[in-house]
């Protein structure tokens, strides 16, 4: 056996370690690509809904979480444009509460929030 191939299956083998892990660890990922200010953002608002004690700061931090497992930050950010934009008046007020696809986005958010609820309040 040539004692320069047992250096190469060594790289190889730790190679593919790796790369089973970052498969592994990509939908774990997907769902920690919410900022710090966003989560944070969510649990004072569930918390000011919910009350303000440490109890409710865990179940809040945990809804966030759940919510972060269903939809990535792109859509959940849009998802709260969507949601600001409806209460404006005339037109374009109008065009947030009516169109379809803004719709269907917001029932996303809903389902994702129905399952936070049941597995952490």
């Known amino acids: 056996m ?7 299956r060594g790289l190889l083998a730790a190679t593919m370690v790796v790369l089973a892990f970052s498969l592994f660890a990509a939908p774990a990922a997907l769902a920690n690509d919410y900022p710090t200010e966003a989560r944070v953002d969510y649990v004072l608002g569930c918390m000011a809904a919910n009350g303000n004690s440490y109890l409710t700061m865990q179940k809040c931090s945990c809804s966030i979480d759940v919510i972060a497992e269903h939809l990535p930050y792109e859509t ?12 404006q008046r005339g037109e374009l007020g109008v065009l947030f509460r009516t ?10 958010l809903r389902q994702a929030q129905a399952d936070a609820n049941l597995r952490c309040f």
Do not use: F, H, K, W
């Not at 169109?99 to 996303?108: C, F, S």
């Open 2 to 8: 040539d004692d320069n191939n047992v250096p190469r």
């Open 99 to 108: 169109e379809r696809g803004m719709q269907d986005q917001l029932q996303a």
């Open 76 to 87: 959940y950010e849009q998802i709260d444009t969507v949601m600001s934009m409806q209460d």
